[in-house]
């Protein structure tokens, strides 16, 4: 036996070896200063930290430091100092080594990386809400203090989903989730696109791994047909190139799993409707240092000569490049077969910063000793996160949701009235722009000037636009234009001026209840204010206190009597019901008596009892029997039926982790829910009445709802209906897909 350990101790320790020695080789193959001394030093300080203790997959936990270190160096290009901090991340976490003992023993720069990264541990989420945003806070402080703190965490994230197997199910759901909330669009901020793809294929993978199975399986059975069409359609795109004298390598760029699925879900399609999931890829060396954009302009050229363009697909990222540094061409092109074929035409510098992000920014900006357009624009970023934490929400959800606004965004470019060029995210708003320049202007704007005409705050604005900002003294930031701005940085803003005023209203309020109080002799006791929320039918004292200094409660004897316990009389306080107060009254009448705890380690079964008393179907996705549900516990045990693809349930699961649960349909069909079909095709005389006939009488569905719009002779129509599950969703859609003139059939939220 002793033997046997002894074996496998020393086959371990040549693996982490050969795991240490392959992350060096690949260190000295860039071209960062060689500093293996140092690198040595940590990986042995880290391996003696960690002796002894194992990861959940059995493997001798220096592994993960080591594959941390090796995809900073490897997959965002970063040098010694970050493969340090990588090796030694966890160190201060899981030992008794302190951040002084780092900064004593590697210097400063460690140090604060490895400070930044343990007060990120683990997931950014915990289970309150405050320890959320202050989590979340901490990764952006320490973001903003040294950017290679998010990279080597993202890097974690990446190996910590490589291996997220061995991990427990609800742990993968929260990990998951939490990755795709937050990592993959952070990753995709900063320009890391390869990362940014694979991690939202692994959360993909694990969230729906019956989904990703079938697209991947399609994906494989489609590719030999892909690979012909690429052979014939850039054969005569080599031929024109190497004529010409270019060093170049053309790709195949195939959209991932997630990205297929994502666009199934979102346009209602099937795999086989979409017709991009095969792109074009020049990669290429400028013949002078001088000439890239030239050389990028001279190559569509030649394409353009072979192929006819799409006019209104050119995507100039040359002149104007995306927020997170990217740069490239692209062009659409129609190939000799009917098919519109996207080409990027990018050189061999945009492409390791289209992989690598802002790490390779940095690298060239040693090579050229000037600042680029891409560090500017996450300068500027940076700037927008100090100013949204210089005023912290109170709810971790909208504070994340204001962050995470921009991380997505396409940008489309506007112009100031003097001719300055802006960026700004796709979808904003005049009200954007204005807070964009500067806060007084955004909180005073009372409309704008877009191309001369006057437009609202609320008008969206398109890129070549040209925007003047109207303002006004008398104006005051209002509630509802939360609605409507877009970006980061007018949510931030708008939240923090409204709160500021409901700060100030409830201290007004606050006052006139104090002399109130004193006028009938009571003292200020909290129990009499939770007494007259109750009575004003309110949630929160801040909310009684807000009514009261808005002048929206008028303080009568009705209050002191319900203060003093005493019945007010006749006298009933009306207010009206909307659709928000209605549905939120309903749902505490169906927690009313409800005190069951729920056994975590249970799997729900959804049954017709359990259904009426204990679980609410969400309406945000509103899931059927036979869809792939969790169920999320509330503050009051309810739980609550999502999709594990509805978007709020990857917030909850991103933030709430303990409180999912995994849950199965068992109805046997006793139930009904409700299901949204949407159908669309070419207009005829009787289709309708053919429809409703399949429907009605063919398979005995009872409709709710039904719209049909026709326009240009195309028809677009939503069908509400009552079914049991998925089955007899599909057995629907199968039938109307026989219809005459119906072209598509799909299930709708």
Not at 345 to 365: N, T, V
Not at 711 to 731: K, P
Request: aromatic fraction near 8%; proline fraction near 3%; include cysteine.
């Amino acid at each position: 036996m002793d033997d046997q350990i002894s074996d496998k101790e020393l086959l371990e320790s040549q693996e982490v070896e050969e795991a240490y020695q392959r992350l060096i080789d690949t260190y000295l193959s860039t071209k960062h200063r060689k500093k293996i001394d140092l690198i040595n030093k940590a990986f042995n300080f880290a391996r003696q930290a960690h002796k002894g203790i194992r990861r959940r997959s059995g493997e001798p936990y220096i592994m993960h430091p080591i594959a941390v270190a090796q995809i900073s160096c490897e997959e965002i290009g970063l040098g010694s100092t970050s493969i340090c901090a990588a090796l030694l991340h966890d160190v201060v976490e899981d030992t008794d080594y302190t951040v002084e003992d780092i900064r004593n023993i590697f210097g400063d720069k460690i140090a604060l990386i490895v400070d930044g990264l343990t007060k990120i541990s683990g997931g950014i989420f915990g289970d309150h809400a405050s320890a959320q945003a202050e989590n979340f806070k901490k990764l952006l402080l320490t973001m903003s203090e040294d950017i290679r703190v998010i990279l080597i965490k993202i890097a974690d994230r990446l190996h910590n989903m490589r291996t997220l197997g061995s991990m427990i199910p609800s742990k993968q759901y929260k990990i998951a989730g939490e990755t795709l909330y937050i990592y993959a669009p952070l990753a995709h901020r900063l320009g890391l696109n390869k990362i940014k793809t694979e991690l939202e294929d692994l959360s993909f993978k694990h969230e729906h791994p019956e989904e990703y199975r079938e697209i991947q399986a399609k994906i494989e059975r489609t590719q030999a047909e892909r690979d012909l069409v690429f052979d014939e359609f850039t054969a005569p795109i080599r031929e024109r190139l190497d004529k010409l004298g270019f060093q170049y390598e053309i790709k195949e760029r195939v959209k991932s799993p997630y990205s297929i699925w994502n666009k199934m879900q979102t346009k209602h399609v099937s795999f086989e409707e979409i017709y991009d999931i095969l792109a074009v890829r020049i990669i290429f060396s400028p013949k002078e240092p001088d000439t890239e954009l030239t050389d990028c302009f001279n190559i569509y050229v030649q394409l353009s000569q072979i192929y006819k363009a799409h006019p209104e697909r050119l995507r100039d990222w040359l002149n104007h490049p995306k927020a997170n540094g990217y740069q490239a061409l692209h062009v659409t092109l129609m190939s000799h077969k009917g098919e519109w074929i996207e080409v990027q035409i990018r050189s061999q510098r945009m492409h390791e910063i289209a992989e690598q992000g802002f790490a390779a920014h940095w690298k060239y900006k040693e090579k050229t000793g000037h600042e680029d357009d891409g560090e500017r624009e996450l300068e500027k970023w940076m700037r927008t996160i100090k100013e949204i934490l210089d005023d912290p929400q109170p709810n971790a959800l909208d504070f994340l949701e204001t962050i995470k606004l921009n991380l997505y965004a396409q940008e489309i470019f506007v112009f100031t009235p003097k001719g300055e060029l802006k960026t700004m995210p796709q979808n904003c708003t005049a009200l954007d722009f204005a807070f964009s320049i500067h806060t007084f202007l955004g909180s005073h704007c009372i409309g704008a000037k877009v191309n001369h005409k006057l437009v609202p705050i609320s008008h969206k604005l398109q890129s070549g636009d040209q925007i003047e900002i109207l303002t006004s003294k008398s104006q005051h930031v209002q509630p509802n234009w939360i609605e409507f701005a877009a970006t980061a940085k007018a949510k931030g803003k708008i939240m923090a001026i409204l709160r500021r005023e409901q700060r100030e209203q409830q201290k007004v309020g606050e006052d006139i209840l104090a002399q109130f109080f004193t006028s009938h002799e009571l003292d200020y006791d909290l129990v009499y204010l939770d007494k007259l929320v109750e009575y004003h039918q309110l949630n929160t004292r801040e909310d009684l206190l807000q009514s009261i200094g808005k002048k929206e409660i008028e303080l009568s004897d009705n209050d002191y009597n319900v203060i003093r316990g005493k019945n007010p009389g006749k006298w009933r306080r009306m207010f009206s019901f909307g659709k928000k107060n209605k549905d939120k009254k309903v749902e505490e009448e169906g927690n009313t008596g409800s005190n069951e705890i729920i056994d975590f380690k249970k799997t729900i079964q959804l049954n017709e009892e359990t259904l009426r008393n204990h679980y609410t179907i969400a309406d945000c996705c509103c899931p059927i029997p036979g869809d792939d549900v969790l169920g999320y516990l509330d503050s009051n045990n309810k739980v609550i039926i999502h999709k594990r693809q509805c978007p709020v349930a990857n917030k909850l699961k991103a933030s709430f982790g303990p409180r999912i649960l995994s849950a199965q349909w068992d109805t046997h069909k006793q139930l009904y829910f409700l299901a949204n079909i949407n159908i669309k095709g070419i207009d005829r005389i009787g289709l309708l009445n053919e429809v409703t006939e399949i429907l009605s009488r063919k398979l005995d569905v009872n409709i709710h709802k039904l719209t049909i719009e026709v326009n240009d002779g195309i028809f677009e129509g939503q069908i509400q209906l009552y079914v049991h599950d998925v089955e007899d969703v599909q057995t629907i859609i199968s039938n109307l897909k026989n219809v005459k003139n119906i072209k598509s059939v799909n299930r709708i939220n």
